[in-house]
T-cell receptor, first 118, second 112 residues
Framework: GAGVSQTPSNKVTEKGKYVELRCDPI?????LYWYRQSLGQGPEFLIY????????DSGLPNDRFFAVRPEGSVSTLKIQRTERGDSAVYLC????????????????FGEGSRLTVL | QKEVEQNSGPLSVPEGAIASLNCTYS??????FFWYRQYSGKSPELIMF????GDKEDGRFTAQLNKASQYVSLLIRDSQPSDSATYLC????????????FGKGTKLSVKP
């Protein structure tokens, strides 16, 4: 596709359940990011992949959150034992490679997955 | 704690006026600065980036950067109702390639 694709667009789950959110980045974009955004707030960084490896996972709030990108393209964000405080829009973004492989910081966002934990 | 601060607004301007959006950041090591526009219920989209001190113009948009004051702004000339959105300032996190720290955003309303 032409843009970043995220599924599902909406997910309602019960407290304590397991959730997976999927992101398909723009073809050729080597960097992939997960952010989450709560109402009235800016996007909050979670994790960044360069290729298959997590280059920076310092934003993951705790060990209930995990993300993978096994083949360097599609990524899955996994949330275990969901809590009501996890409710937010989870945004995925990808970024093209810049000069000398340094990322430009120009992020292209998907439409997000809205997670509601009841 | 690395921070990006923006006035949450709402900022209301009449159609045709200049809208001025401001942002300050805490980390002097930041080198790249971005403005994203986010329409209600939509995802952010990049509208401007600036790396060097001074002004950068792109159509009706001008980004201004003053690293000494740790201040970045966005001017929108000839504001249109279609410019009504939340504007997010983002700053790179030094030491982490490409990771951006976002402000909470300023909500702009352009009245016809």
């Amino acid at each position: 596709g032409a843009g970043v694709s995220q599924t599902p667009s909406n997910k309602v789950t019960e407290k304590g359940k397991y959730v997976e959110l999927r992101c398909d980045p723009i073809s050729g974009h080597t960097a992939l990011y997960w952010y989450r955004q709560s109402l009235g707030q800016g996007p909050e960084f979670l994790i960044y992949f360069q290729g298959t490896g997590a280059a920076d996972d310092s934003g993951l709030p705790n060990d209930r959150f995990f993300a993978v990108r096994p083949e360097g393209s599609v990524s899955t964000l996994k949330i275990q034992r969901t809590e009501r405080g996890d409710s937010a829009v989870y945004l995925c973004a990808s970024s093209p490679p810049g000069l000398a492989g340094v990322n430009t910081g120009e992020l292209f966002f998907g439409e997000g997955s809205r997670l509601t934990v009841l | 704690q690395k921070e990006v601060e923006q006035n949450s607004g709402p900022l209301s301007v009449p159609e045709g006026a200049i809208a001025s959006l401001n942002c300050t950041y805490s980390d002097r090591g930041s080198q790249s600065f971005f403005w994203y526009r986010q329409y209600s219920g939509k995802s952010p989209e990049l509208i401007m980036f600036i790396y060097s001190n001074g002004d950068k113009e792109d159509g009706r948009f001008t980004a201004q950067l003053n690293k000494a004051s740790q201040y970045v702004s966005l001017l929108i000339r000839d504001s249109q109702p279609s410019d009504s959105a939340t504007y997010l300032c983002a700053v790179n996190s030094p030491g982490s390639q490409g990771n951006l720290i976002f402000g909470k955003g300023t909500k702009l309303s352009v009245k016809p």
